[in-house]
């Protein structure tokens, strides 16, 4: 992470593109076409519209993760998209989330909304708790599985 978050004007942009670098492959995965906002953020433009990227921190998972064995990291993003499949049209909303260690980040995109905050355009970034995520359903698996 200190490769990626530096503490100069360029950390927070290259964390949220550390994020988006990820979102983007899994909307690409899935067979959908990245929207032209997300590839334009990748290519400097300092935010996203249509976008909302939050970070938050989860302690508990991350120390759940580490007892199994995995070091912590979580290196898929739990998501949701809309349509299901790219035979029923183009991408209209998009949410996943993904956690590196105790820190992850939530991304959100539709077509329609005019959403925000992206994270790395605010000069103090707000790391929220895990529990006061919207679309608490995106991992309500995981969360379910850390308190049996």
Not at 22 to 47: D, K, T, Y
Not at 118 to 143: C, G, K, M, N
């Amino acid at each position: 992470m200190e490769e990626i978050y530096s503490s100069d004007a360029e950390g927070p942009r290259n964390l949220a593109r550390y994020f988006m670098k990820n979102f983007a492959c899994r909307i690409a995965s899935r067979g959908f076409e990245v929207p032209q906002q997300v590839i334009e953020f990748m290519n400097g433009a300092e935010g996203m519209p249509n976008a909302c990227l939050l970070l938050y921190r989860d302690f508990a998972l991350h120390d759940r993760f580490r007892r199994i064995g995995d070091h912590g990291i979580l290196l898929y993003a739990n998501a949701m998209n809309s349509p299901t499949e790219p035979s029923e049209g183009p991408l209209i909303a998009f949410c996943a989330e993904l956690q590196v260690g105790p820190i992850g980040a939530l991304f959100f995109w539709d077509v329609d909304t005019v959403l925000g905050p992206i994270f790395s355009t605010d000069p103090w970034v707000y790391l929220r708790d895990r529990l006061e995520l919207p679309y608490p359903e995106l991992h309500a698996e995981q969360w379910g599985r850390l308190h049996e």
